[in-house]
Nanobody, 123 residues
């Protein structure tokens, strides 16, 4: 079983900065891709940022140049540093890990989601 938990978040003023983190625990072989998604009220969930096992990164167009994703494999943790925040960044942020686990003696990749954490940008 793999458990994923986000931390950080909260309320920040427009133009401010905030960091969130997400840690995986439990039994798994390794974590490949680590992702941050977000979902604003009335909108679909969208990819914010992705970091692969080789540390290559990908960002959604709306956050490029403002957000930075990083990972610490020794801690099974992914970080998202958000700068120059805007009101439209307000959303519930979810992390998602693609982890390799043994299932019936065979290694396979599965996706695991955190519960989500609220980020509110408002004056």
């Amino acid at each position: 079983q793999v458990h994923v938990a986000e931390s950080g978040g909260g309320l920040v003023q427009p133009g401010g900065s905030l960091g969130v983190s997400c840690t995986a625990s439990g039994t798994f072989f390794r974590i490949n891709t680590m992702n941050w998604y977000r979902q604003a009220p009335g909108k679909q969930r969208e990819l914010v940022a992705e970091i692969n096992s080789d540390s290559s990164e990908k960002y959604g167009d709306s956050v490029k140049g403002r957000f930075t994703i990083s990972r610490d494999n020794s801690k099974n943790t992914v970080y998202l540093q958000m700068n120059n925040l805007r009101a439209e960044d307000t959303a519930v942020y979810y992390c998602q890990f693609a982890a390799e686990v043994y299932t019936i003696g065979r290694l396979s990749e599965r996706g695991y989601w955190g519960q989500g954490i609220q980020v509110t940008v408002s004056s």
